[in-house]
C-alpha cells in the first residue's frame, strides 16, 4: 500500500483526525448536479472524507456557504494574458481556478522547445495546476515564417514529461484530411488530442474525428456545435476578449450533454481576467443566457476533468484534490476564497519567474516603398466580425491613392516578418475604426510577427519602428504622442504584475478611444494573421485565403 494511502485512510476513516474540516458547508456534488449540507474532511491536500463525525486539528464553520470544486479552463493560450504564467496563475487563482488545460503555441512559435521549457518550468510553486498540451503546429501551417519549426521528432522528447498531458489543438485540417507524413506522424505521439476545426462539416469532419482530434473550441453556430456533439467530439464553450461564443451555444446544452461540454477562454488579456474573471465569469454569462446553474458549474469542473481524464480533481469526494472555492451563491457566483490543495490561494506568494526569454526581433523597419498597394480596382478586403475571430472576405473598389479611406472605414493593414528571415505583407482592412493615429503589436497569431494598421504610413511605420525599438509589445501612435506596453518576455509577455499591466492596457484603450477605435483592437489586430481561421488574413507573405488555404493578390486579376 502506497505510503500516503497509510496516511490517509485513518483519517477518511475518522481514526485519526483530518488536517482541517470545514463545517456547515453546501457542498456541490458533479456527478448528480446537487447540493448536499455536510461538512468536507481534509488531510495532506487531499480529500478525505463528507461527513457530519469528522473530527480536524483545525475547523472552520462556513455557515451554510456554497463549496464547489476548482474550476477548470479546458483551453487557454496563458500568453494571451500578456502576463507571465506565475502571475496569470496568482491572477485566475482569485477568480476560482486551481487547473489550466494551456497549449503554449504561441511562445512555441517565438522559442521553440525553449519557450516550451520556460512554460514548464513557470509551473513550480504557482497556485494552480498548470498543465500544458503540446503545441501540434508550429509553425501554424507549412506557409508561415516564424521563430521556430517544432516536428514529431522534437515534440517526442516531451511525452511523458510531468505536466504534459497530450497533443494541443490539431490546425493543420488540411494535413489531416490529406494523410500529411508529419501530421499522421505529430497524431500518433499520444492518445489525447484536441481538435481546431472551425466550420468542418460532413464527411470531412467524420475523417478529422477518425484521425485523433476529439474537441473543438472553434464552434460559433448551434449547429455547427450539436453536429460535432452528435460525432463525439467535446466540446468547449469559448469566451475570450473577443472570441464570445457563450450566448450563441449555451442554448445546445442540456443534462444529457453537459459530460461532454466545458468552458474555454481561449485569449483574454490581463484587464478582462482582473476585472470581470475567468471561468467564473463564464459560469455567470451562462446562467443569465439560461442555464441551470449545476449544469453550468459541471462544465468549469468534472466535465473538464473527465474530457482529460484527470480523475484526482473535478468533484469534491474522497481522494481527490482538495481543489475548491467558496462562492457567494450559485447564481451570482462571485468567488469569496480559494483553495489549493487544501491551501488557501491566498497564502501563495508570487514566486520569481524562469529566466525571460529574448523577443528575437531581428528586423529593421520597413521603408514607405515596402508597404505601399499596387494595383487598382475590386479588392479583397479583410472584414473584422465584432465578437468573433472570424473575418469575412469582402470587395471594394479601391485605388491605393484612396487608402486609408476613413469614410469607408479602410485602412492598411501591415505584417512585419520579426526574425529578419521573411519579408513584409500589406493588405486593406474594415472594422477598426480609427479616425487618427496607428498602432502596432508583436503579439500577432500564430507567428508572432510584427502587425499594424492605422491612417497614415507614417504612423503606421512609426509604431512598427516602436515595437522594433522597445524589443516587442504594444504601440499606439497618434501623431506625435506614443502611449506603449513593452512585452519583455518573447514580446509576448510582461514580467510586470497584473495590475500595472491592466493599468498600461488601460492607458492604450483610452488612447485609441480617442483614435476612433472599436473596443479591443490589439486583440482583433493579433488575430488578423492567423492563417488557421478564415476566411482572409495577411502575413508576411500578402494576403492569405483562410479557406483555399493560399496566398492570394490585394487586387482582382483584370478578367475576373
Known sequence: ?????????????????????????????????????????????????????????????????????????????IESSLLVPHEYARLVASCGTTTVIADPHEIANVAGSEGIEYMLAERAGAPVDILYMLPSCVPATPLDIGGARLESGMLSGFVGRAGIIGLGEMMNMPGVLESDKEVMEKLSLTDMCDGHAPLLTGMDLNAYILAGPDSDHECITQNEAEEKLRRGMYIFVREGS???????????????????????????????????????????????????????????????????????????????????????????????????????VSSYTSAPSAASLSASIRCTTPSPEQIRLSGEGPARVIG??????????????????????????????????????????????????????????????????????????????????????????????????FTVLTLDCAGLMSSLPAHEVTAKLDALGKVTAEMGSIAQPFMYLSFIALTVIPALRVTDRGLFDGIAFRDVPVFYEKNR
Open 242 to 344: 473577443t472570441e464570445k461564443n457563450i450566448e450563441a451555444l449555451i442554448p445546445i446544452i442540456t443534462p444529457y450533454n453537459v459530460s461532454r461540454c466545458s468552458f474555454s477562454t481561449d485569449d483574454c488579456h490581463a484587464d478582462l481576467l482582473s476585472r470581470e474573471g475567468h471561468i467564473d465569469r463564464c459560469i455567470r454569462k451562462a446562467v443569465r443566457c439560461g442555464l441551470e446553474p449545476e449544469c453550468a458549474i459541471r462544465m468549469a469542473t468534472l466535465s473538464a476533468a473527465e474530457r482529460f481524464r484527470l480523475s484526482d480533481r473535478g468533484a469534491l469526494s474522497p481522494g481527490r484534490r482538495a481543489d475548491f472555492c467558496i462562492v457567494d451563491n450559485p447564481r451570482t457566483f462571485r468567488v469569496k476564497e480559494t483553495f489549493f490543495l487544501g491551501e488557501p
Open 384 to 481: 473584422l466580425v465584432p465578437g468573433q475571430i472570424l473575418t469575412e472576405s469582402l470587395t471594394y473598389d479601391i485605388s491605393p491613392d484612396t487608402i486609408p479611406d476613413i469614410p469607408r472605414d479602410l485602412l492598411k493593414v501591415v505584417v512585419c516578418n520579426r526574425y529578419g528571415r521573411g519579408g513584409v505583407g500589406t493588405g486593406i482592412v474594415h472594422g477598426f475604426g480609427f479616425k487618427t493615429g496607428a498602432i502596432a503589436a508583436s503579439v500577432s497569431h500564430d507567428a508572432h510577427n510584427i502587425v499594424a494598421t492605422g491612417t497614415s504610413d507614417k504612423e503606421i511605420l512609426s509604431a512598427i519602428d516602436t515595437i522594433i525599438r522597445t524589443g516587442g509589445g504594444m504601440a499606439a501612435v497618434n501623431g506625435n504622442e
Open 1 to 77: 500500500m502506497p505510503q500516503s494511502l497509510q496516511n490517509l485512510i485513518p483519517a477518511s476513516r475518522g481514526i485519526e483526525p483530518a488536517d482541517m474540516v470545514y463545517r456547515n458547508a453546501e457542498i456541490f456534488d458533479a456527478f448528480s448536479c446537487t447540493w448536499e449540507h455536510n461538512d468536507l474532511a481534509v488531510k495532506s491536500g487531499i480529500i478525505v472524507g463528507i461527513g457530519r463525525s469528522y473530527r480536524g486539528i483545525r475547523e472552520r464553520d462556513l455557515c451554510g456557504a456554497y463549496v464547489v470544486p476548482g474550476l477548470i479552463d479546458a483551453h487557454v493560450h
